[in-house]
């Protein structure tokens, strides 16, 4: 079974970074470009960011570039999101999302069940 | 950006009634058209992917349709674990996104 599990959420101050993690079993993790999506509370779901299988490409919602950075360590079967320079508008419950193949244009297959993340003063 | 835009909103059923949910790109997506369901609390649940097609273990009373800028998904014969959010998104180009949400309510 496919199984995608988040860590590393926590309560942050504005300007403050937090690293967070997705650990994934059950797949052969190269084989598939992940990505992370999050959802504010109360509001819909939004995407953040996309990694391809092999890890050499990359891309960011224009909210989060510049700040964000998206990696993945496929000896650990790992995905990671570390955030810098976080502002209240990145407040969410972060998703790590499997794509079914290895390359970006796909469809999401498996969610992670997320993990919070609050930034406030 | 492609805009998606789902209607309705919010929509109240009764079990056992079919319910249809619709979703607008504001740009052709070929059937590059997932569907999704989210319950309070919980992750969000692939169901459909291109448009029409069914996730690995998802039930035939759910169906999606279309191609270009209109999709639908449609839900047979309600049953009570079945009230939740429905989102559809689009992955034809980057950024991916999502429609707004359609929170479907027990009568």
């Known amino acids: 079974e496919v199984q995608l599990v988040e860590s590393g959420g926590g309560f942050v101050h504005p300007g403050g970074s937090l690293r967070l993690s997705c650990a994934a079993t059950?797949?052969?993790?190269?084989?598939?470009?992940m990505s992370w999506v999050r959802q504010a509370p109360g509001k819909g779901l939004e995407w953040v960011s996309v990694i391809s299988g092999s890890g050499g490409s990359t891309q960011y919602a224009d909210s989060v570039k510049g700040r964000f950075t998206i990696s993945r360590d496929n000896s650990k079967n790992t995905l990671y999101l570390q955030m810098n320079s976080l502002r209240a508008e990145d407040t969410a419950v972060y998703y790590c999302?499997?794509?079914?193949?290895?390359?970006?244009?796909?469809?999401?297959?498996?969610w992670g069940q997320g993990t919070m993340v609050a930034v406030s003063s | 950006d492609i805009q998606m835009t789902q209607s309705p909103s919010s929509l109240s059923a009764s079990v056992g009634d079919r319910v249809t949910i619709t979703c607008r790109a504001s740009q052709g997506i070929s059937n590059y058209l997932a569907w999704f369901q989210q319950k309070p609390g919980k992750a969000p649940k692939s169901l459909i992917y291109a448009a029409s097609s069914l996730q690995s273990g998802v039930p035939s009373k759910f169906s999606g349709s279309g191609s270009g800028t209109d999709f639908t998904l449609t839900i047979n014969s309600l049953q009570p674990e079945d009230f939740a959010t429905y989102y559809c998104?689009?992955?034809?180009?980057?950024?991916?996104?999502f429609g707004q949400g359609t929170k479907l309510e027990i009568k």
């Open positions: 999302a499997k794509v079914s193949s290895g390359g970006y244009y796909d469809a999401f297959d498996i």
């Open positions: 059950g797949i052969t993790f190269s084989n598939y470009a």
């Open positions: 998104q689009q992955y034809n180009s980057y950024p991916p996104t």
